[in-house]
């Protein structure tokens, strides 16, 4: 998987784990202490959430971190 790969994974997931929650962009940015603006860039794929923000998020969705993050049973080449 290539980094454009992982962060569009993430942002599949942050959204359909929002949509399930019923959590708006603005809730999700209260409850987890980001930016509104971030989550957007990570909606749109287009910024990587560091640990803090993906513990922080996991954390107001009451998601596990295996829920959001792709994960891969094989060894990516580098």
């Known amino acids: 998987m290539t980094?454009?790969?992982?962060?569009e994974a993430f942002a599949?997931?942050?959204d359909y784990i929002m949509q399930d929650e019923g959590i708006?962009?603005?809730?999700?940015a209260k409850?987890?202490?980001?930016g509104k603006s971030t989550i957007s860039k990570y909606l749109n794929a287009k910024q990587m959430p560091t640990m803090?923000?993906?513990?922080?998020?996991?954390?107001a969705l009451?998601?596990?971190?295996?829920?959001i993050i792709p994960l891969t049973s094989s060894l990516v080449e580098i």
């Open 24 to 28: 708006s962009q603005s809730e999700l």
């Open 12 to 14: 599949y997931n942050l």
């Open 52 to 59: 803090k923000a993906i513990s922080n998020i996991c954390y």
């Open 62 to 67: 009451d998601c596990e971190f295996e829920d």
């Open 31 to 34: 409850r987890s202490n980001i």
């Open 3 to 7: 980094e454009q790969n992982y962060l």
